[in-house]
Every structure is written in structure tokens, then in C-alpha cells.
């Protein structure tokens, strides 16, 4: 029988910055919800499993849809950074590229928050780029 411990990885710093990054993206719904039980009380909130009844507040509409392009997003940088650790391609590079994914992510959420839609692509783009750089590593 093979020895499980033999499968597992250190944690480089690809992989703290996917666990800060993953952690960051568990907790954005906290925000939406909170406005939700605030608006429509506890119970009808938590009554409502079509989602039928929305936030009403245009910040917290902002920040459902930032939490689902978090997630969106994350299924794609997850993957290409377990790849970086499990090859051993981790460079200065790859650590950049998944530090600056994470502040980027941060970044998109807020000013999606604040409705500032140029700046948020911005944030999009530098985060989509962090994910080029981890892609291009591998290759």
C-alpha cells in the first residue's frame, strides 16, 4: 500500500496565494446575504429558495454577480496553480503571477461593489493576464 503522505505537497507560495484566494472567494456572499436578511427579514429571506426576491440594493446585486465571476474565475487559476506546484514549474514568476491574481480579485470585487465598470475590467484584466502567465509556465 502506498503511503498517502508521499502524494502530499509543500505549501509553496502558488499555494498559499490559491488558499488566500480561495478563502477570499468562500466568504463573498456574506455581504449579498447580510443586505438580503437586512431587506426582507429572516424568514422570507431564507424562505425564498427560487431566489425569486433580490437584494434590492444595486450594491449587493453588484456584489452576487462579483461573487459568481469569483468563482467563475477561480475555476480557472485553481487548476493552472496545482499544476505549477505538482510540475515544479514555480518560478518568481508564478509566485508573481498568483500574489497579484489574488489583489486583483480583491481589487475587481470592490470596485464592482462601487459600480466603476472601467476600472473593474481593469482588475479583470490584470487577474486574466496572472492566469496567462501560470498557463504559459506550464507549456
Not at 438580503?36 to 440594493?57: I, S
Not at 508564478?94 to 462601487?114: C, D, N, P, S, W
Not at 487577474?127 to 506550464?138: D, M
Request: aromatic share 12%; proline share 5%; glycine share 6%.
Amino acid at each position: 500500500m502506498n503511503n498517502p503522505a508521499a502524494f502530499t505537497l509543500p505549501l509553496s507560495a502558488e499555494l498559499y496565494w490559491l488558499l488566500l484566494t480561495c478563502l477570499f472567494t468562500a466568504f463573498l456572499w456574506l455581504p449579498y446575504i447580510l443586505q438580503l436578511l437586512m431587506e426582507q427579514g429572516t424568514v422570507k429571506a431564507l424562505m425564498d429558495g427560487q431566489h425569486a426576491a433580490p437584494a434590492a440594493a444595486p450594491w449587493a446585486q453588484r456584489a452576487k454577480r462579483a461573487h459568481l465571476n469569483a468563482v467563475e474565475n477561480l475555476a480557472v487559476f485553481a487548476p493552472l496553480v496545482l499544476l505549477v506546484a505538482l510540475t515544479g514549474n514555480s518560478s518568481g514568476v508564478t509566485i508573481f503571477a498568483a500574489q497579484i491574481y489574488f489583489f486583483a480579485r480583491l481589487g475587481h470585487y470592490l470596485v464592482y461593489l462601487m459600480g466603476l465598470p472601467v476600472v473593474r475590467t481593469i482588475f479583470f484584466a490584470i487577474g486574466f493576464i496572472c492566469q496567462l502567465v501560470l498557463a504559459i509556465a506550464l507549456l
